[in-house]
Each structure stands twice: as structure tokens, then as C-alpha cells.
């Protein structure tokens, strides 16, 4: 007989599971709608008791306080939004570059536990297992003390050629003096891109059909190199730079680090990548060996069994807690608060101490780690489904 | 016509590959890389280790004496800071006469730690065991019984702090966690979805936003007049932080255990509450001790914020005892030092114990 | 015959909203019947089965086990459960409790049996299946066969009209199968209502009273063993036997 579709619900028996279901999830509905009413009441009786106001009307009021570093132009009279926008952008500032150099530098110690040299391999469990074991915080604390204790003061600096200088001012190098040149080179970058991923394609197709293995990475790289150079040519070639001096108290010119951004960037770095490290080993790892085996059987060589059979398989075990640590670097970075970089906790901190808002200031340092955290989440949902391994 | 079976009687291997110098071929020379490699490092040790050693074990300054730590700066540690210093970053502001109790206390729970650690003690008084251990951390720390003096809680800090909140901490959490986690694997759909919401919510926050709401909201939250005492608002944002992330270990492990378990228990007629009790929590608490045990390293780390919330554990200790005292400020690099290698002692314990453990484990579920 | 103590009326079931794997399954069992399920991977026989228990719900179509008929009702569940024990192909023994606490555990919790009892109940039932001497270790520690024969007997403790086998010998060494058939027609002997899915034809040819044969969701054949084995009606029948008898 041929297949037709199930017939719709029938019948409701109150003796059954799905009801005892429903009873219990009302109840629980209840019990949490009590608590909360209980809680709210609570705190609308204490806020009017205190006098405390509520809204965030705050935001649209003159902040009224200086913030140390900012990307965005701010000064004490802006009104609050902005002083929180200044915040929000200081703690991507510092996640982003965070993220960057700790998978790099995660990436390589994780090789480097397999590496054939004991002393390396030596190397890289010391470094995963004394930077894993110590808290952040108290990494944080130690490297704003070495720049700010540590570091030579400004009339002494360290300096590499007399355009690198490092202090206890922070960090100083030069930046090219932005012209037309420099923005055709960007654009001439752009378009390489699109040509280096057109040449891509166009190698991949070559290979099926004739199997000749032409460059996929190093090709690429040349083209995006020439097109970023021949946007800079055309520009006129300029060559100006903006070099930092030492000033009487600040460096002047040239872009700089301070040594509030540099404590944090480096202690997240280093405490993320050991953990970076562990999971990266994990994931190279979890291949069985009876992978590489069967590749080495079917006669590709060590490095087309790492790119072709290893990775792929270890990526998706690298992935979902890679994306964890990235979090958890960024929900770290919330911890800048105690040197001084004014990310966007501290500067709920000083807005709830200037306002006395506590309540709308905490709710918007949730509403920003929340949004980033469920952002990435979703992110890697998505990813899972699309990586993993079809089963039955 | 087959010919009978003759035995031979084995013999050493004819090339050596055990031994120390098959081992430094193997893994120190054993390529061009592999050689240039060892050299390069060998240099930059020697290059570097002397003057580090100089610096710290050397010219070092061991004794509490701030003129030869002054003379030294520079080109030796002053290590004389922890000699001077040690009492009030490990044990916080308690009252100096009575400092016998809060290290007695500390005792008490690492005793009590490293007991539940130690399988053969995972019997049923090992619960009732706790109750008492920490009773008996509260009544030594606080006082105000038996003849022993009341120390209010703002006083109490070091290192006895941080590890009563990692431990009460994750106890506390512990019944929480295994609630939530049933609750998310449940098939109802409202008590799921608040669980994911309290999960998702308190994992995708930072820690110091949750001890701010602590410190903060909590008041607030009360019935009007009633305060709570700081120390117990920073103890529920941490019990509620370290649940959430414990729910997600123990889910992993409800995950784990078959679903022929569960089958099985329901042809024979056990109850949903009955199968979690007897059949499915057993197995699942047991494959995930050593992710517990992770997640209480990282509790025990993320004490170290509560420093932020004024509560002073160990490295809110530290900056109490220097910054007060001009003499000995500059040397807070040694202090760190100090207390960085006591978390390193504790939390390296801590891993190595559960990777133990985990080999443990997998050794037992083979045959 | 007895009376019938399973009643399958057009019972139709389907796996979300396409996968249509029963159809139309019309099948009384008699008490004291051995019934063998035979056919090929996908065919239902396990979805069949497991419906019996309540491991499956049906979506059209009655089942009526022991005079109770199986519905979202809790109580009738329960009720149902009480008379069919079941053994699976994986054992499901809980792995951190002895032989004899797997055996009491049923038992002392639902049937309200005190302790001394139950260890009584189940010394019986680890006798019969002859491994009485293992009571007191643990599951990991048995090879496939005897861990097999303690699910036997820990399904037997809780005195059902009804075994059920879920394919029992698919995941034994070949060596253990003998030891678990053995404790099998020994049941049957007893006079057990049996309901077994295998792919071992000795055992039907020896104890089975009916063979059904099932295919794509529906029962293609069912017969005295005699019949189904030497003049099968079916060419899908013919097909399959050729298949598996051939090695």
C-alpha cells in the first residue's frame, strides 16, 4: 500500500502526560511571576523611599567627566550616550586586536605541542599551564605595573631608530600622513582583493579538471600586494610620515598605545592564547590516527594529509570553544576597570556614580555583553549546522 | 604433512631506541630544524637566565629590611616585602591576635577539598561532612560563640576568603546547576525556556557586572530596611554565576549517558524523578568530575574579582598591605609575584588532579 | 489457543510528518504464543514492538495489551508496563549498580517490595537464567552473553505476562549467542507470551509458533515457522530467505 500522511490530533485525556505537563509548567509560570512581581515591588518601594530617579533620560544630560582615550571626538560636554558610545568602542577596540593576536599566537603554541623538538614542546606546555593558572585580574595588574612602574619616563624613553619609542607614556610609532596616495592604496588593495578571489576560483576549476596544482595562497598575496601598490604609485608616491617626538609630558605626533590600553591588550592576550592553545591542541588531537594512516596508505604526502584530511576535521572541533574564549576575552575585557582603561564598564561605573542611575547603567553593560555574546552564539550555531558531519 | 609446533624464545631488540641518548637524538637533534632550534634556544637561555637568576635568587633581598631593599633596587628582587608583609596579604585585615582562626579555618576547608577529592571517601557522610566543615569555617571565622571574640565580616579577607567563596560557592551552586540542567533537557516547553534564559542571560554577562548587580541592585531588591551583609550579596552573584556555567557541564553530562538507560528504566516502570535519581544523575555526576573540577579552577580565579566589589581577598589584600605603606609601595612587583605563585600552586594542583582523575574514569569504563 | 493478550486493530504510526513505518498492522497474540519478527533493516520491526511497551506511541489504530488499551492515559501505561517486561539488543544494564541491585531496583521502587524480598525474587530469576554466582558484581565486569542473561532475568523479576526481545543476539560474539538462546527456549518452555525480533532462524524453526515477515511498515507473511521456512508465499518473502539463509 502507498504512504499518506499522518491524520490530525485527536482526542484530550486528563489523566495524561501532556496534561500533567501543562499543570506543572503553570505552576512554575506562577511561582517565577511571583517572585518577580515580589522583587519589582521591592525595588520601586526602596527607589521612591530613597529618592532615587529612574529612566533613561540620563543619557540625552551632559556627562560632565573626561575620558582618557577615546577613537571617537569627546569632550566633557557631551551628553552621556556618547560618553557610553566612547566606552562601547574602546572595548571593541581592545577585543578585536585581543582576538587577532591571541589566535595567532594560541595557534602556534597549540602546533608547537606536537612540534619534534622537546624544548619546544617543553616551551609551550609551560607557557599554557603558568599563564592558565594565575587569574586574569592579577595578569592585568602586573602588566600595567611593569608599564607604568617599570618603563623608563618620558625624557628617558626606549626607542628603536629614533621612530619606534616605548615609555612609561606607552607606546609611540609612526603612521603615514593619510593623502591621496594612501587611500589609492587602499583602494587598489580592494580591488586586488577581488581579483586575487577571481584567480582563486579560476585555479580551483583548472585543478578539476586538469589536476595541475597551481598556488592558491602565495599568487593571491602578489596580486593584492601589486594592486595596493600600483594605487600608491599612482597617488603620486607619497612618502610622508607622521613621526612621534618626545614632548615635555605626552608624546607628540605619531600614533601611540597607552600604557592602560597595552596592560589590558596584553594581559588578555597572553592569558586567552594559553587557553587558545589547549583547545587548538585538543581539536589536532581529536583526528583519529587511523586517519592519517589511511591518508599516508593512499599516498599523499604530510603536508596534503594536514590540509586535506587533519584540518577540516579538526576546525570543527576547534571552532565552538574557540569562539567561547573569544567571548570570554571580550567578557574579560570588563575587568579594564581596574587600571584605568576606560572601556565601557568603567564608564557606567563613573556615570552610575555621577547619576546615581544604578539600576539603567548596569542594565546597559548586560544589554552590550549580551548583545555581543548572543551575536557570536548565533554565529556559531549557524556554523555548527553547516559543518557537521552528516550521520544517519 | 605439517610439521609440529616449535616455539621461539625471545630476544632484546638488536638496535637500542630506549636509553638517554636515543632519547636526545630523538627529540633534541632530530632534524636541521630540530637541531638549529635546540642551539637558538640554548643561546637565548644563556643569554637570559643568569641575569634572572641574579635578579631572583641572587642579589635578592630575603630579609624584612627596607634599607638593604632600597640598596638593592634594581639589580635584586625584594623579596623582604613578603617577609614583612605576608600575614596581612595572606590572612586581610583580622584582628593580629586572632589570626590563629582564619588559618585554621583555610585548613579546615582545603582539608575538606582535598577529602572529597579522594575517591575512597565518596561515601554518604561525605555530604553531612561538608555542612559541618563549613559550619565550622563560619563559627571560627565570625566568633561570637564559645569564648571566641566577634570579627565582623568587612574584616575578613586573604586567602581564607577566597577559598570559602570558591567552595561555598560551587556548593551552593551545585543543586542549582543539576535543577537548570534537568530543566533545559525537559519537554516542557516553559520550564525549558526559562532555563535557557537563565543560562544563556548569566553566561553571556560578565562576572563584574553580575557582583555590581550584587553590590549594587541588591539592596534594592530587598523588602525595604533589610540590608544583607556584603559578603553574603557577593556570595548569592557568584553561587548564581558559577550555576549557570555548571548547568552546561552537568547538561553535558546528562547528554552523555545512553538513552537505552532511560528506555531500560521506563520498562521497568520507574518514574521520571526515580530514573534522574538512580539511573541517570549517578552515571552522568560521575563522567563529568573533571569538567567540575574546571569549572571550580575558574571559580576559584574569578574570586580574585571581588576585589573590584571592596571585598579584599588575596589580591585585594596585596594592594591594602602596599598602598597604605609608602616604604614598601615600590616594591609591589615582588608582592604579585608572591601571590601569583600561590594561585598557580593551588589552581596547577587543581588540573593536574583532574586529569587524573579523567584517566581514572576512562580506565574504569573499559573492559 | 488462550485468549488473545495483544491486540493490534489497523494501528498505523509515522515519524514526523512523512515517514509513514507502520501500516496497517493487524496482529492478535494469543497468551503463551512465540512470535518471531523477521525482515530487513527499516521494515518496523522494532518500531512494532516497542509500540507494545509504550517506548512508541501509535498515531491511528488501537493496541490492547492485556485488556488495557494503550493510549496517552498515564495510569493505563503504567498498567501495561507492569505486565511486559523487556530486553534490549544493547543489554541496558545500569552500569554503577551490582547485578543483584539492577535486579532489585524494579522491584523495591515500583512494586513496593521490601528488600529482603526483592534480593529473594532476584536470587530466583538469576538462577534460572543460571548466573546466580555474579550477583554481586558489576555489569562491566560480565562478558556480552551474561550480561544479556542478567537483563533477561532482571526483566523477569518483576513477573510479566509479556517478554519482548529487541533483536537480543545482534551485538554478541558469536561464541555468547548459544548461552542466551539457551536461557530463551527455556522460557518459552515455561509457557512465557514472547514476541521476538532476530535474525536467528534456529531459534524460530525451534521454539516459534508464528513467523511474521515484515517489510516497508506492513506484515508481509506470517506463518507456522514449518511453512514460512520450506513454502513461503511472498516473492518479497522468498527473496529475503534467499538472502539471509544463503551464508
Not at chain 3, 523487556?86 to 552500569?95: R, Y
Amino acid at each position: 500500500m502507498t504512504a499518506r500522511p499522518p491524520p490530525r490530533r485527536r482526542g484530550w485525556s486528563w489523566r495524561s502526560q501532556a496534561f500533567r505537563g501543562l499543570v506543572y509548567q503553570l505552576l512554575a509560570a506562577a511561582a517565577i511571576g511571583l517572585a518577580l512581581w515580589f522583587l519589582a515591588h521591592n525595588t520601586i518601594d526602596n527607589m521612591r523611599a530613597r529618592g532615587i530617579q529612574s529612566g533613561f533620560g540620563f543619557l540625552l544630560q551632559p556627562a560632565g567627566f573626561d575620558i582618557g582615550e577615546s577613537i571617537i571626538p569627546y569632550d566633557a560636554l557631551d551628553q552621556n550616550w556618547r560618553a557610553f558610545l566612547v566606552g562601547i568602542l574602546n572595548t571593541l577596540r581592545v577585543a578585536v586586536v585581543g582576538v587577532v593576536l591571541a589566535t595567532v599566537l594560541g595557534a602556534l603554541l597549540g602546533v608547537g605541542r606536537f612540534s619534534r623538538n622537546a624544548i619546544v614542546r617543553g616551551l609551550c606546555y609551560g607557557y599554557v599551564e603558568l599563564f592558565r593558572n594565575i587569574p586574569v585580574l592579577l595578569q592585568l595588574l602586573v602588566w600595567y605595573l611593569f608599564f607604568t612602574d617599570i618603563l623608563p619616563p618620558i625624557s628617558e624613553p626606549l626607542s628603536l631608530g629614533g621612530v619606534i619609542y616605548l615609555s612609561k607614556a606607552g607606546f609611540s610609532f609612526p603612521v603615514p600622513l593619510w593623502s591621496l596616495g594612501q587611500a589609492l592604496a587602499a583602494a587598489g588593495a580592494t580591488v586586488g582583493l577581488a581579483i586575487a578571489w577571481a584567480h582563486r576560483r579560476w585555479a580551483i576549476r583548472q585543478f578539476e579538471l586538469t589536476a595541475r596544482v597551481r598556488s592558491l595562497f602565495w599568487v593571491p598575496l602578489a596580486i593584492v600586494f601589486a594592486g595596493s601598490i600600483l594605487g600608491w604609485l599612482a597617488g603620486g608616491a607619497p612618502t610622508a610620515w607622521n613621526l612621534p617626538a618626545p614632548g615635555a609630558f605626552s608624546m607628540e605626533g605619531g600614533a601611540s598605545a597607552t600604557p592602560e590600553f597595552l596592560g589590558v591588550l596584553l594581559g588578555l592576550v597572553l592569558y586567552t592564547s594559553a587557553f587558545i592553545a589547549e583547545v587548538v591542541r585538543a581539536g589536532i588531537a581529536s583526528v583519529a590516527h587511523g586517519q592519517v594512516e589511511a591518508a599516508g596508505s593512499l599516498g599523499l604526502t604530510r603536508t596534503q594529509t594536514m590540509r586535506l584530511v587533519t584540518l577540516p576535521q579538526a576546525l570543527r572541533v576547534i571552532i565552538p570553544p574557540i569562539t567561547s574564549q573569544y567571548l570570554n576575552l571580550t567578557k574579560n575585557s570588563s575587568l579594564a576597570v581596574a587600571i584605568g582603561y576606560p572601556d565601557v564598564v568603567s564608564i557606567a561605573t563613573t556615570s552610575l556614580n555621577n547619576t546615581g542611575r544604578a539600576v539603567e547603567c548596569i542594565a546597559i553593560i548586560m544589554l552590550v555583553y549580551l548583545a555581543t555574546s548572543l551575536s557570536t552564539a548565533g554565529f556559531m550555531n549557524w556554523y555548527n549546522n553547516r559543518a557537521a558531519i552528516k550521520e544517519r | 604433512m605439517a610439521a609440529t609446533f616449535q616455539p621461539i624464545a625471545p630476544r632484546p631488540a638488536p638496535v637500542r631506541t630506549g636509553g638517554l641518548l636515543a632519547w636526545l637524538r630523538a627529540n633534541l637533534f632530530g632534524g636541521w630544524k630540530s637541531t638549529l632550534t635546540t642551539l637558538l634556544l640554548a643561546l637565548a637561555a644563556l643569554a637570559w637566565l643568569p641575569s634572572i637568576a641574579q635578579w631572583g635568587i641572587f642579589q635578592a633581598v630575603f630579609q624584612p629590611d627596607i634599607g638593604s631593599c632600597q640598596a638593592a633596587r634594581g639589580t635584586g628582587a625584594c623579596w623582604g616585602v613578603v617577609a614583612e608583609k605576608y600575614r596581612l596579604i595572606i590572612l586581610g585585615r583580622y584582628p593580629f591576635d586572632e589570626q590563629w582562626r582564619p588559618a585554621l579555618a583555610t585548613l579546615l576547608l582545603m582539608g575538606l577539598l582535598v577529602v572529597s577529592c579522594t575517591r575512597r571517601f565518596w561515601r554518604a557522610w561525605l555530604a553531612p561532612l561538608w555542612v559541618v566543615a563549613l559550619a565550622g569555617y563560619f563559627i571560627l571565622m565570625r566568633g561570637g560563640l564559645w569564648g571566641l571574640a566577634l570579627v565582623p565580616t568587612d574584616l575578613w579577607g586573604g586567602l581564607p576568603l577566597t577559598i570559602m567563596l570558591a567552595t561555598l560557592g560551587i556548593a551552593l551552586a551545585f543543586p542549582i546547576a543539576v535543577l537548570v540542567a534537568l530543566g533545559r533537557r525537559s519537554t516542557l516547553p516553559a520550564i525549558r525556556s526559562m532555563c535557557i534564559v537563565y543560562v544563556e542571560l548569566v553566561r553571556g554577562v560578565p562576572l563584574i557586572s553580575v557582583l555590581f548587580m550584587a553590590s549594587f541592585l541588591f539592596p534594592l531588591l530587598m523588602p525595604m530596611g533589610k540590608s544583607p551583609d556584603v559578603l553574603l550579596r557577593v556570595l548569592v552573584g557568584i553561587t548564581l554565576f558559577a550555576a549557570a556555567y555548571l548547568a552546561e557541564t552537568v547538561r553535558g553530562g546528562l547528554q552523555a549517558v545512553p538513552k537505552g538507560q532511560i528506555e531500560a528504566a521506563a520498562t521497568l516502570g520507574l518514574t521520571y524523578w526515580q530514573t534522574q535519581r538512580k539511573i541517570v544523575l549517578p552515571q552522568a555526576l560521575a563522567i563529568v568530575v573533571p569538567a567540575v573540577m574546571n569549572n571550580f579552577i575558574a571559580i576559584f580565579k574569578d574570586t580574585s574579582l571581588v576585589t573590584i566589589v571592596s571585598l579584599y581577598e588575596l589580591t585585594g589584600a596585596l594592594g591594602l598591605a602596599l598602598n597604605a605603606d609608602a616604604d614598601w609601595r615600590p616594591y609591589k612587583l615582588e608582592g604579585y609575584l608572591f601571590i601569583a605563585a600561590i594561585y598557580f600552586a593551588f589552581c596547577f594542583a587543581m588540573s593536574r588532579y583532574s586529569l587524573w582523575i579523567e584517566k581514572q574514569v576512562g580506565m574504569s569504563t573499559t573492559r | 489457543m488462550s485468549a488473545a493478550i495483544i491486540q493490534f486493530e489497523k494501528v498505523n504510526k509515522w515519524y514526523g510528518d512523512d515517514f509513514h513505518v507502520l501500516r496497517d498492522i493487524d496482529l492478535v497474540v494469543a497468551a503463551g504464543e512465540r512470535i518471531v519478527i523477521c525482515g530487513p533493516s527499516g521494515s518496523g520491526k522494532s518500531t512494532l514492538i516497542r509500540c507494545i511497551n509504550r517506548l512508541e506511541e501509535h498515531q491511528e489504530g488501537r493496541i490492547v495489551i492485556a485488556g488495557t488499551e494503550l493510549s496517552d492515559d498515564v495510569k493505563a501505561i503504567e498498567r501495561v508496563r507492569r505486565e511486559v517486561g523487556m530486553v534490549f539488543q544493547q543489554f541496558n544494564l545500569f552500569p554503577h549498580l551490582t547485578v543483584l541491585e539492577n535486579l532489585t531496583l524494579a522491584p523495591m521502587w515500583v512494586g513496593k517490595t521490601p528488600k529482603a524480598k526483592a534480593e529473594e525474587i532476584a536470587m530466583h530469576q538469576l538462577e534460572r537464567v543460571r548466573i546466580a554466582e555474579q550477583a554481586n558484581k558489576y555489569p562491566l565486569q560480565l562478558s556480552g552473553g551474561q550480561q544479556q542473561r542478567v537483563a533477561i532475568a532482571r526483566a523477569l523479576c518483576l513477573t510479566p505476562k509479556i517478554m519482548l526481545f529487541d533483536e537480543p543476539t545482534s551485538a554478541l560474539d558469536p561464541e555468547m549467542i548459544t548461552e542466551v538462546l539457551e536461557v530463551m527456549i527455556e522460557l518459552a518452555g515455561q509457557g512465557m507470551t514472547m514476541i521476538c525480533v532476530t535474525h536467528e532462524m534456529g531459534f524460530a524453526k525451534a521454539v516459534a509458533n508464528r513467523v511474521i515477515f515484515m517489510d516497508q511498515g506492513q506484515i508481509v507473511e506470517e506463518s507456522p515457522p514449518e511453512e514460512f521456512f520450506n513454502r513461503p508465499k511472498s516473492e518479497r518473502t522468498k527473496d529475503f530467505l534467499s538472502k539471509i539463509l544463503g551464508h
